[in-house]
């Protein structure tokens, strides 16, 4: 299963570290938005798109790539994140944007991974940041297993 990882992470890279974890077990390739044409995707069985999340959605540099996707049939897609706060409901939530553009365009979303990522954004850089050195190894073995656990799945339904 070809497998392409488009991530965007600039505060920390702690998004970055997550997409590596995941790529191991996919074998996938891992890109910046501004380093892949759109129009590559299409040579992939598999496309994984996360970066952190800003103002309860995934950064916009990763959402306007996603707008510029051209239109599949039924593509499989996953989606990550990185936060300053976590929980199930709060990623279904942040997902949300980036969910309904790559389901416009015609991807289905297999499986959705978040955890909390260090944050010194705004006021909490004057105590050193919540959720310090997190992503931690727990962390990236949750990601790795989600991939697996992607791997999986798709075997069992073709
Ligand atoms: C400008 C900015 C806005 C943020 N907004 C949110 C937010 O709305 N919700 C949240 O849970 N975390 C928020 N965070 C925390 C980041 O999502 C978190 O630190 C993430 O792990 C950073 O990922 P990165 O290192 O891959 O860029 C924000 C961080 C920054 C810098």
């Known amino acids: 299963m070809k497998t392409i990882i488009v991530v965007y992470s600039y505060h920390h890279k702690n998004t970055e570290k ?14 910046y938005p501004q380093s892949v044409n759109p129009d590559e995707l299409q040579a992939y069985d598999l496309v994984g798109l996360g970066a952190g999340i800003d103002s309860g959605k995934h950064y916009a540099p990763i959402l306007q790539f996603a707008e510029t996707l051209p239109a599949v ?20 939530r942040d997902h949300k944007a980036l969910r309904n553009i ?7 979303v297999v499986d959705e991974f978040s955890c909390v ?21 727990e962390d990236l073995r949750n990601a790795a ?12 339904k073709q």
């Not at 997550?18 to 890109?31: S, T, Y």
């Not at 790559?102 to 289905?108: E, I, P, V």
């Open 18 to 31: 997550i997409a590596h974890a995941m790529a191991g077990k996919l074998n996938a390739v891992v890109q």
């Open 73 to 92: 049939k039924d593509k499989k897609a996953f989606i990550f994140s990185t936060s300053g706060l976590g929980g199930k409901k709060k990623m279904f």
């Open 102 to 108: 790559l389901t416009a365009k015609g991807y289905c």
């Open 117 to 137: 990522g260090l944050n010194t954004n705004s006021f909490l850089k004057h105590f050193g940041g919540i959720n310090k050195d997190r992503p931690n190894a």
């Open 145 to 156: 297993d989600f991939s697996e656990k992607i791997i999986q799945n798709i075997s069992l």
